[in-house]
């Protein structure tokens, strides 16, 4: 059994995801910043941990992941105000892979999306600039890590039912569920063709296993 650490606990992804792995015999830690999300979180069989990763700095982040064996990062500002998407998505991030890296914690799995490439093709000035900036900067920190990293780059996010079944390669306008994405979270943690590797996916027709052993 695994000890794995989901940041962002409360998140849509993060919902579907505890119940997958407690489900195959893993510890489950979710990190939530608000205790009214407790309960919710509790409920899917991981231990909710009240930790609000913008806050903590490298060094309080990883006396917390103290025995952790994987880390999963799914949280993220939400868009909206710049200042917090830089500070959630990129700055906060980062100080999770350090403190990784400070807590001997090897896996280490990051939720992108899958336009997230140096060439982001964003004008400046648009309002989805900072979200695609700031996640670049937290993958490619990642990328430079020692870390056994999966970078996971979804398409545009659902709220479909799960398939089990993805294509991978693919672009960013792609629809791609919550529930495909925590699927693809399970299975990457342990298959070892997905470290090292950006992989952008979509909804498709391969079974996800099959589509990372063939990576």
């Known amino acids: ?16 995801l505890a119940p997958l792995l407690t489900a195959h015999g893993h510890r489950v830690l979710s990190w939530v910043r608000n205790e009214e999300h407790v309960a919710e979180v509790r409920a899917t069989g991981a231990e909710p941990v009240l930790a609000d990763a913008e806050l ?20 993220g500002a939400g868009g909206g105000d710049p200042t917090r998407t ?9 100080r999770s892979i350090r403190a990784a890296e400070q807590a001997g914690v090897r896996r280490y799995l990051m939720v992108s999306w899958a336009g997230s490439v140096p060439d982001l093709g964003i004008p400046a000035d648009s309002s989805f600039f900072p979200y695609a900036d ?27 039912e799960p ?8 672009g960013s306008g792609r629809p791609t569920s919550r529930a495909n994405v925590a699927l693809a979270i399970r299975e990457a943690l342990d298959e070892p063709a997905t470290f090292g590797r ?14 990372f052993a063939a990576l």
């Not at 060094?59 to 025995?67: K, L, T």
């Open 1 to 16: 059994m695994a000890t794995i650490l989901i940041i962002g606990g409360h998140g849509k992804v993060a919902l579907r």
């Open 56 to 75: 903590l700095d490298t060094e309080a982040m990883a006396q917390r992941m103290a025995g952790v064996d994987a880390v999963v990062w799914s949280a």
């Open 86 to 94: 830089y500070a959630v998505d990129r700055d906060a991030a980062i």
């Open 134 to 160: 700031a996640k670049l900067a937290a993958d490619d920190a990642l990328r430079d890590s020692d870390l056994d990293w999966t970078i996971l780059g979804p398409g545009t996010l659902t709220l479909d």
């Open 163 to 170: 398939t089990g079944r993805i294509e991978t390669g693919v």
């Open 198 to 211: 950006f992989i952008p996916f979509a909804d498709g027709e391969v079974p996800i296993a099959e589509a």
